[in-house]
């Protein structure tokens, strides 16, 4: 099986980053099917789903059907984690359809917790990490969510979405959420040494922690923490720290246990499976295969981690 034939052989928003991360394309080849994310499959279909008000299933972190007084359980179809989507899909912020959509939210999209515009963002650092990023990666002003990060930073190097509750120990899965949102924000405007140096203790956070371990005895500290999967969204796993380092291109030798890790999933085909589906109402499937099935999301990440690692 030709894995790079297949991965190409899919919707623009897969297609381009293949063609960029794994073949070397030329720029103007690889932008003309980024072009495409605007208009064709996955990412047009999720534009096609914004309301004129500028949010997406009726809702900015939870869509507007969901009743506050039920239990909690994670969707994902409001304009948060659509945003999020359509950063991962990498629709060109330049697009004249990017511009028409980031406009609607930044006009109209406010967060139910404190009833602040989108890009001001709100109180938990896993939700204004992705806000962060969303916002950056498509030029907009997010000065007030990088100073609730920074502000919020906990003595171990990391975040934790229940600090206000009193948690002091940082979380995977917040601190990875912040970084990648630095990350796009530092990579836009420059940044500042403050953020600079937030980043590089919450590094060293999952850094000393092998991307999913305690430091205090060495064990996984959740195997679901091991387990690919895509879409993320908030959740944390090692090809998602993998990824992030790979972006800021940091080589460490602490990661050479879950490089390995990842190594070891490669199926006979070369292809990765999907192993933790996270659970929740999406507003289309993306490949039409769950659990335990190949994916070319993960087979993408996977490969161009792996390239990048082994350039070394």
């Given at each position: 099986m030709d894995v790079i034939a297949y991965l190409l052989d899919s919707d623009p928003a897969i297609r381009w980053q293949v063609m960029r991360d794994l073949t070397d394309a030329a720029p103007g080849d690889v932008a003309a099917v980024r072009a495409r994310v605007a208009t064709e499959g996955w990412g047009a279909?999720?534009?096609a789903e914004q309301a004129g008000n500028g949010l997406w299933d009726g809702g900015t972190y939870r869509p507007g059907w969901v009743d506050d007084e039920r239990p909690f359980f994670d969707a994902w179809t409001a304009t948060h984690f659509s945003l999020q989507s359509l950063w991962e899909y990498g629709l060109d912020p330049a697009s004249p359809e990017a511009q028409r959509a980031i406009a609607l939210v930044r006009e109209n999209a406010r967060w139910d917790y404190n009833g602040e515009l989108y890009f001001e963002g709100e109180v938990e650092p896993c939700i204004n990490g992705i806000a962060l990023g969303v916002g950056a990666y498509f030029g907009q002003s997010v000065d007030p969510i990088v100073a609730t990060i920074l502000d919020g930073r906990l003595a171990d190097g990391g975040w934790n979405c229940w600090a206000e509750y009193g948690a002091t120990v940082s979380s995977f899965h917040s601190?990875?959420?912040?970084?990648?949102?630095?990350r796009e924000w530092?990579?836009?405007t420059g940044g500042s040494d403050a953020a600079r140096a937030a980043q590089g203790a919450a590094e060293e956070y999952l850094l000393?922690?092998?991307?999913y371990r305690?430091?205090?005895?060495?064990?996984?500290?959740d195997l679901r923490l091991t387990m690919l999967s895509y879409p993320t969204r908030w959740f944390h796993d090692i090809l998602r720290g993998l990824d992030y380092f790979r972006l800021v291109d940091r080589r460490d030798e602490r990661l050479a246990d879950p490089?390995?890790?990842?190594?070891?999933?490669?199926?006979?085909?070369?292809?990765?499976?999907?192993?933790?589906?996270?659970?929740?109402?999406?507003l289309f499937d993306l490949e039409g295969e769950g659990e335990g099935h190949p994916s070319r999301w993960l087979t993408l990440r996977a490969l161009r981690v792996l390239r990048w690692w082994d350039a070394a």
């Open positions: 279909r999720l534009l601190t990875v959420c912040v970084l990648e949102g630095l530092q990579a836009a000393e922690r092998g991307l305690r430091r205090s005895t060495g064990e996984p500290a490089i390995g890790l990842l190594r070891s999933k490669a199926d006979a085909n070369g292809m990765f499976r999907c192993e933790n589906s996270h659970a929740g109402p999406t």
